[in-house]
């Protein structure tokens, strides 16, 4: 106002203005509450298999929602059997939680699962959100869930989901022992993911020993803070894990994810690199590579490969890549169906439909007389925040002095001389 139209107002004036903006473009958010039935309803009209429900305490007013749209859970049954759930606050003045949950597609990007709207991260609402999530998609063969430490969520998992394992993220852990050892760098980060993505003990014992230079409390750590039970499931080397498809499919959903893919040159390179040799063992033809340092057998009957990325990977590896090359083979009759065209295509065979016009909708009567207040939650005095606090990993912008243009300070503690500021033109306004 003042640089447009030289008017001076004062600051709750202009709030007050935006308020109001706001609520013209988007409606009144105490109202948009008495919508949910009928948006539910529609939903599960227009998206046929779609699973909704709504809760809401004695007095009528909103507590949790749910929903998971039919399209998805179709979908699910192509992607990797795996759910990654997390949580995040939401923004508008009735607060509340946004939980998620989600799978991967055969190209190894999100495919959304599950939504839902409670008060907090707390037990009674994720028991609550991983009961729903059972109800829509039951349990599948080599199932897992993986999620961040939180309390919560492993309750609710081990109730829900007593037969799957419950797996930690890589970038989580990561993130509690840079905060607790006040340690960092690439050694550290390097030796972690090596020793959470090492195939067998020989390479998991040498990164432990890495992290064992960089602080000795960092092993124990991983034990006692986090259970035996979870550094099985998280960092130990893949023999300690029966399931080798869950194993395999925790790593991919780890934050710090792991590409597999190997190009056509690489296949070339690999082929002269080493020198795949049959040998007879059992009465299985088996193929024998080496390479400068050492040799692997490669089993294609079986998928493996004594290096134990095959199995775990579910994808041909480096030496079993050389054999099928030399054999003349397609890698792609090697890997699993989840990584598979025809996985993909039937992931998005389902159509999300929308829910036209509210005008043109056909809402039943008992739909239409439900009454859904807001959230009986006191917002906190000052300006709300709109950004989360960032991890430790995560970069962080160094603040900008608005005097002199200089980072790593403010204008309160410069001590710089001024820049001078261009002059604003004021903008003229016709009559």
Known sequence: MADDYSVSISYQKAWRA??????????????????????????????????????????????????????????????????????????NQHGGTLLIASAQNANR????LAFAIVDSE???????????????????????????????????????????????????????????????????RNAFNGASKAYNVFEYEKNMRDLDNIHSGIRDYTVNEVGNDEVDKVIQPKQAIQNNDIEHRRICECSTQR?????????????????????????????????????????????TCSCQKFEYDEMPCSHAMAVLTKRNLSCYSYCSYYYTKKAFLSTYEDNIFPLADS????????????????????????????QRYKGVLETKTQVKCGSCNQKGHNKRSCKNEPVPKPTRKRKNIST
């Not at 609550?128 to 969520?153: A, P, T, V």
Request: net charge positive; with cysteine; hydrophobic share 30%.
């Open 259 to 303: 590409s597999k893919r190997v190009t056509n040159s690489n296949f070339t390179r690999m082929s002269s690199l080493f020198g795949p040799k049959m040998v007879e063992t059992s009465n299985l033809i088996v193929y024998k590579v080496h390479d400068c340092t050492d040799s692997y057998i490669v089993n294609l009957e079986k998928k």
């Open 109 to 112: 990007h999100i495919f959304p």
């Open 122 to 188: 707390n037990d009674t609402s994720w028991n609550w959100f991983f009961s729903k999530l059972k109800e829509s998609y039951n349990e599948r063969e080599g199932q897992c869930i993986i999620s961040d430490r939180h309390e919560s969520i492993a309750k609710a998992a081990n109730t829900n989901f007593p037969n799957l394992m419950h797996g930690v993220c890589c970038y989580h852990l990561l993130k509690n022992i840079k905060t607790k050892f006040k340690k960092g760098g690439d050694e550290l």
């Open 18 to 91: 935006r308020e109001k903006a706001i609520v013209d473009a988007r409606r009144c958010p105490h109202e948009s509450y008495s919508e949910i039935p009928r948006i539910l309803y529609m939903m599960e009209k227009c998206n046929p298999g779609t699973i909704t429900d709504l809760v809401t305490d004695e007095n009528g007013h909103f507590k949790y929602l749910y929903f998971a749209i039919g399209a998805s859970i179709k979908g699910w049954q192509h992607c990797n059997p795996i759910i990654v759930t997390d949580g995040t606050f939401l923004k």
């Open 359 to 386: 005008t043109t909708w056909d809402i039943p009567d008992h739909i239409k007389d439900m009454i859904v207040l807001p959230p009986t939650h006191k917002r906190p005095a000052g300006r709300p925040k709109k």
